[in-house]
């Protein structure tokens, strides 16, 4: 019997589907106290999310306060060339770094996404360190948006912002109480809202360029040849840019984290990754190029300490539309809403990932309790606590604070992004050393391979290291330094703690040919069991997952039937209907 073969028998022995009264499956693996990844815990959480939702939540995600909101600090700083070009690079890093995690995603669709995929593939202090640096990351993002929200806010009154921040908090957190389909819907519409105004925008757009505007002008390229344009600030303004377009492109990893909770993931998940970043790309790249071209990077209250205007509105007041302008603004408003509906779900789930860790949790146990519903309120309530910091503009300023998280989030993306790049290339490596069939693979993006985490590692590395240019030279900014790279210390000492914890440096190897040597992997002791009769040597070692060890069988997908009879019926009634959905939704 072929490996493949044996090991798929194993899984169906170990298996079993029960019922739980409410038509929905419970899939309980009998090894959970041995499995890698993360297991459901009292019921755990629910496959509500169609692709019709993911699709629309990975967009919702992309398009909010960065796109909105960042774009005016990124023109301020850097100026309309450094501005196209970073959120050029950046876009396409992503794209790769998308397609590395759909492939993990797909085959591997479990709760904690790609902090799973470190602990499991790479390293299980790293994996740690991660997790509790992307939940502290989505909950600051929760912060970030409701700072956003008192901006937005400055442009019809400035007397006591803070209330619109208390209100939209309670809205997030109600929705996200009830059941994912919930959060799933309000995603989408509101998803659909940004999709339709950036269309109008960039129509709008393209004609207050030619002369469409209340100066009856045409503008053309005049504001990238204005004093300080088109690179604002050297190369300290360029390198600016990075991190608020690293911001702006924050939340396509947590398409991962939705795979969990979607339906049929080895159908929707490949759609997902394939076609949705490349309409992210199209509409930040038509929208930066117009913003760049129409609203000059010395506009006032374009962005300083205490205000952050959109250039969005902008461009609508151009248009001598104040009716049109408020109408931009009030999307905004829902994008900021959205955003922070789309972090505090994320989040939400990754504490959630780190609660129901096997055998070892790496959160306390009571975030793994969810409700009927299969939501994890206390892990909800925990995340949503952190978003007391937008309160803080009160003493800071809204434009202030905002730039400061705006730094955070952005840093802590892109360490997000680097340890996906981190285990594809392990999971790869290990799929290979292993001699199974790229054939099995339920989705692989071809042409990365072999560059693909290569590329995603050495690109975002460079990007940490040199976007905080500004901040040291020419003169050190102390408070900005830190907001460029706190990230870096609290993922070393996050690490460092979870070594000491687990005791993996030091590790007692036996004597070569005087024992057996049982291999470790990501569930299992780094320090190796003795005989009582063979030599033992103490070594420092790390708790590098070895490749050759790891079980690339075990929490596989398997298609349901259910699913592929659902899918043949959909091709064939709707076949030509889906077709253009999939190329024009």
């Known amino acids: 019997m072929s490996r493949s073969a044996s090991a798929s028998s194993s899984r169906t022995k170990s298996s079993k589907s029960l019922g739980d009264g409410s038509g929905r499956e419970l899939h309980v693996n009998i090894n959970d106290a041995e499995a890698p990844f993360p297991q459901p815990a009292r019921g755990g959480l629910h496959r509500g ?112 912002p803070w209330v619109v921040s208390l209100l939209f908090w309670v809205f997030l957190v109600s929705v996200n109480a009830s059941h994912v389909k919930a959060y799933g819907e309000l995603e989408y519409w509101l998803s659909f809202l940004k999709v339709a105004t950036i269309v109008v925008f960039i129509i709008v757009g393209i004609l207050v360029n030619v002369g469409v505007n209340e100066s009856h002008t045409y503008i053309g390229t005049h504001n990238w040849h204005i004093p300080g ?75 300083n300490k205490t205000t952050t205007t959109s250039p969005f509105t902008i461009v609508f007041t151009q248009a001598g539309s104040t009716v049109a302008a408020s109408f931009m603004n009030t999307v905004i408003l829902t994008s900021v809403l959205s955003a922070g509906n789309h972090a505090l779900f994320a989040g939400t789930r990754v504490l959630y990932g780190l609660s129901v860790v096997s055998p070892n949790p790496h959160a306390p146990r009571i975030f793994s309790r969810t409700t009927r519903a299969g939501v994890p309120l206390y892990a909800l309530l925990a995340t949503s606590s952190i978003s007391v910091l937008c309160l803080g503009s009160s003493y800071i300023g809204s434009g202030q604070l905002w730039g400061w998280l705006q730094n955070i989030v952005g840093v802590s993306n892109q360490i997000a992004w680097l340890s996906i790049g ?51 030279f020419p003169t050190f900014s102390p408070v900005d330094f830190v907001s ?36 470790p992997n990501e569930t299992t002791s780094l320090i190796p069991h003795n005989t009582g009769t063979q030599e033992t040597r103490h070594k420092w070692t790390s708790d590098i997952v070895d490749i050759q060890a790891i079980d690339l069988y ?32």
């Open 49 to 160: 999310l169609s692709a019709r939702q993911v699709q629309m939540i990975a967009i919702a995600g992309t398009i909010g306060t960065g796109l909105f909101l960042g774009t005016g600090r990124s023109l301020a700083q850097g100026g309309p060339a450094s501005m196209l070009i970073c959120y050029g690079i950046v876009g396409f890093i992503v794209y790769v770094t998308l397609l590395l995690l759909g492939e993990m995603a797909t085959q591997y669709p479990v709760a904690g996404s790609f902090n799973a995929y470190a602990t499991r593939f790479f390293s299980p202090s790293y994996g740690f360190a991660l997790s509790w640096n992307y939940w502290f990351n989505d909950a600051v993002s929760v912060a970030s948006d409701l700072t956003a929200a008192q901006l937005v806010l400055q442009f019809w009154t400035t007397s006591h």
């Open 229 to 303: 344009a088109p690179f604002v600030g050297g190369f300290g303004g360029f390198a600016k840019v990075f991190v608020t377009a690293s911001f702006a492109y924050g939340g396509t990893e947590s398409l991962g984290i939705t795979a969990g909770e979607t339906k049929n993931p080895s159908q929707n998940m490949p759609k997902v990754v394939k076609f949705v970043f490349w309409r992210i790309l199209l509409f930040y790249v038509l929208s930066i190029l117009l913003i760049g071209l129409n609203v000059p990077w010395d506009y006032p209250n374009l962005s």
């Open 422 to 472: 981190l285990a594809s290339l392990r999971f790869r490596k290990a799929w290979i050393r292993q001699g199974r069939s790229l054939d099995e693979m339920k989705f692989r993006a071809s042409w990365t391979w072999p560059w693909g985490p290569y590329f995603v590692i050495i690109a975002v590395t460079a990007l940490i290291l040199i976007q905080g240019w500004s901040s040291i």
């Open 484 to 519: 460029y790279y706190v990230e870096i210390p609290i993922m070393v000492v996050m690490g460092l703690c979870w070594v000491f914890a687990k005791n993996t440096f030091i590790d007692s190897i036996p004597v070569p040919g005087n024992a057996y040597l049982e291999l």
């Open 554 to 585: 075990s929490d596989e997908y398997a298609d349901e039937p259910l699913d592929e009879v659902k899918d043949e019926t959909r091709g064939k009634r709707f076949r030509l209907f889906w077709r253009l959905y999939d190329m024009l939704a």
